[in-house]
């Protein structure tokens, strides 16, 4: 499993292309595939146990209603839509239905709220054992990731990072201080390290990208010019907004 990540690239949250084909929809998966490209999303748990797609923990910025998703089970956030269009929140078991056999590598990031890092990533675990595609798995969160070291010690597994310091995203400073400096490597031993391309001087970084043989991967490339500069130093490129005849350049 560990190898299918290498030479990869991946859509950011569906291959999505706003106002019709809002982010980590169906549509915007439905897109990559066309395009024959693998895709990054982002999976919750809600109320009920379900397993869905949606980057935010706050609905409102993409279906214009308050309220957390993890609050909310499967029947009533199915009557949300994305972005005002008639696209839903996926469920994970129908990206992955999608995906299956098709061959694209699927990159799959546990987002851990209200202290549910076991939980969810051990529900993303058991789901996973049954999906017969390539796949990694990613988190921010360092406990989802020995989560999934514990029991499924060879798959592909990733820490998500970025300067906490300069962007905190509401992270006390002692985490933004452990979480920046990757002071959970020892214990998650990630195959890769994906991290926001505007930070990608951090020391700390660089480091374990030299002495540990960490495969890296940024996010979120918007350009051409960047996608091709995350080429020219080895980083697998994690993109949003380059349009499908760029992308077929890429390629060539």
């Known amino acids: 499993m560990k190898e ?17 084909i809002p982010e980590n929809s169906m549509a915007a998966f439905r897109r990559a595939v066309e395009h024959g490209v693998g895709v990054e999303f982002d999976v919750h748990m809600i109320a009920d146990g379900s397993l869905v797609i949606f980057h935010d923990d706050e609905l409102e910025r993409m279906t214009g209603v308050k309220g957390q998703i993890e609050d909310y089970d499967i029947t009533n956030l199915r009557k949300l839509r994305l972005s005002g269009t008639d696209e839903m929140i996926p469920t994970f078991d129908e990206l992955l239905d999608l995906f299956e056999d098709t061959g694209l590598p699927l990159m799959v990031e546990i987002k851990p709220a209200g202290g549910n890092h076991y939980k969810l990533a051990e529900a993303v675990v058991r789901r996973l054992e049954r999906y017969k595609g390539p796949f990694a798995v990613e988190s921010f969160d360092p406990r989802a990731l020995m989560v999934v070291k514990k029991m499924r010690p060879e798959w592909t597994r990733g820490q998500l990072v970025q300067d906490f310091y300069k962007t905190p995203d509401g992270v006390p400073l002692y985490q933004a201080a452990l979480l920046t400096n990757l002071a959970f490597n020892r214990f998650v031993q990630p195959d890769f390290l994906a991290y926001r391309f505007q930070d990608r001087k951090w020391g700390a970084w660089k480091r374990w990208l030299g002495k540990k043989g960490i495969v890296p991967v940024v996010w979120t490339i918007k350009t051409v010019d960047e996608y091709k500069a995350a080429l020219s130093t080895g980083c697998i490129p994690i993109f949003e907004q380059i349009t499908p005849d760029e992308l077929e350049s890429l390629k060539r």
């Open 4 to 20: 299918l990540i290498l030479g990869k690239t991946y859509a950011h949250r569906g291959y999505y292309d706003p106002p019709l």
